[in-house]
């Protein structure tokens, strides 16, 4: 099988107006239009890009089923462009995650559950929603598959060993970073750059981070989002506003940085798993 070396990717770091799930589906299909005629095949929308992020008991109103026919339209204009975007899923009454609908060809080809949902600072995630169990692994391209983590699914290092085991050649990392959400002493804009930079030289894997940008109630979203080579190296940075910013990567420089630091080769999954054996 012919495997391509390169990939286009994108981020889009947009600010998502809250609970007004049609005004950003049509703001979704705009991105995806000019996503589509720059070329992009593997495109990353915001954590909750549907909704907005503070919902409260909204969670309920703005949820959707996979089912729903809006994520079916969004899922028709990607055509052979995969979209990773973000939503409530609704799995049955009662029931809502924080989750992300990963289309392409005109399918739904696969839904992530947000794993670590944060109840600390000014978050509460865990008031509102049920935590998913499962890592997600989608195929892009010949040569190429993403796994995707939302947000605090990135703060638990087990969670991401476990979603970079199987070698994917990207990790996507949908985010709602507002300034300040954790602690007036925890920089988000400082500690996401290290967090994402950390996993892109560590595991030789390219990161995709799309936050919002703007105002959401008293929180500001500042934006940040950005594009990692496998040596941590910054590809693409968005500037301080709302914007479609792209990269293009190489599976030739995957492979140079996972032969030169071969973290997956030497995980020892086995001994990890015998240290664990005693801990709950």
Known sequence: MH?????????AQLNAELGEVDANLERHLEILRDAADRGVELLVFPELSLTGYGLGSDVMRVAMPVEDPRLARLARTCGDMQAVVGFVEEASPGEYYNALAILQYGEIVAVHRKLNLPTYGGLEEGKWFTHGSEITHAQVRPGWSATQLICADLWNPALVHA?????????????????????????????????????????GTPVIMANRYGPEGASHFWGGSRILGPRGETLAAAEDDEGLITAILSRTAIARARFELPTHRDADTPLIRKLMAGYR
């Open 163 to 203: 979603a970079l085991l199987p070698r994917p050649t990207v990790l996507c990392a949908p985010i709602n970073s507002a300034s300040g959400i954790v602690s007036e002493d925890f920089s988000n804009e400082q500690n996401w750059a290290l967090n994402v930079r950390f996993y892109a030289m560590t595991y």
């Open 3 to 11: 495997y391509q070396d390169e990939l286009h990717v994108a981020a």
